[in-house]
């Protein structure tokens, strides 16, 4: 057993001004998003602004359908108990199902824009996502959310407020699945031209197998429990159309045209669209 880490909740505190770790990892994840974006823009024929307008679209729809999927799927009662507290999103409580979709809907508008082929787009994004997907899990860490379930492993740790009883991390196992592994996969595959759809296929298939395994340590939320079985959780259920969705994708893209790179247009000039 280890000691839980005594970190701060709030990074920066001047007088009623805090800002919280979990609000930083969002930053993180944007900027890492946007650094790496421009680095392959050419590949859609995008400038570095164009890259600048997708992070925009993509940042509100992480985090309008991350708080409304967290709402609809973990916390109906408390918001019907108190509708303000959709708004509080520095506490945490943000659903990755609902950033997914929002995101979704941020791509489709963009590609819609930028006469882009929606699954052209969503995998020259999917590589972008998972340092962001990771940072969070940090910030959940830090927050003493999503605890585990008691364990007797060596880096087991009991969770602050929670007894005595050693948990696992399951937010630091996200993290490396969900961030590091899943963007070292995604980004070094899709290094090269591959067949359209493919990549954003991968991501969602590989989500979903890492998220599926991490639910069997993780603990359920307490207002809602296990679903069925005593072992099903909501974040499974969650998780299935995701494995569906990416096999079909992946098993689509074996009969799509590999998408070639675009040339490059002339950094910082403006394109009439």
């Known amino acids: 057993m280890i000691q839980y880490p005594q970190i701060d909740p709030v990074a920066i505190g001047i007088g009623p001004l805090q800002v919280h770790w979990y609000g930083l990892m969002y930053v993180v994840g944007f900027v890492a998003a946007w650094w790496l974006g421009r680095r392959r823009a050419h590949r859609l024929g995008l400038n570095h602004d164009d890259i600048g307008d997708l992070l925009f679209y993509g940042a509100l729809g992480v985090v309008v359908g991350g708080r409304l999927g ?125 067949r359209r759809g493919l990549i954003s296929g991968l991501f969602l298939l590989l989500y979903g197998v890492f998220r599926f395994a991490v639910e069997f340590v993780r603990l359920p939320d307490a207002h809602i429990g296990f679903i069925a079985f005593d072992w099903v959780t909501m974040g499974m259920l969650l998780t299935l159309p995701m494995l569906a969705a990416g096999t079909a994708l992946v098993a689509w893209s074996r009969r799509r045209p590999v998408d070639e790179a675009k040339r490059p247009e002339p950094t910082g000039c403006a394109t009439l669209r």
């Open 70 to 194: 967290y709402v609809l799927f973990y916390g109906m009662e408390q918001f019907l108990a108190n509708p303000l507290w959709l708004f509080s999103v520095w506490e945490g409580g943000m659903s990755f199902h609902g950033g997914l979709a929002g995101v979704l809907i941020a791509a489709l508008l963009f590609a819609r824009r930028h006469r882009l082929a929606f699954f052209q787009l969503t995998d020259f994004i999917a590589p972008l996502v998972p340092i962001g997907l990771g940072a969070g899990r940090l910030g959940n860490f830090i927050n003493h959310e999503l605890p585990g379930r008691v364990s007797e492993l060596p880096w087991a740790m009991p969770f602050p407020h929670m007894g005595p009883e050693p948990r696992h991390p399951s937010a630091l196992y996200e993290f490396a699945l969900e961030g590091v592994v899943l963007f070292a996969m995604l980004w070094w595959l899709s290094r090269e031209p591959r």
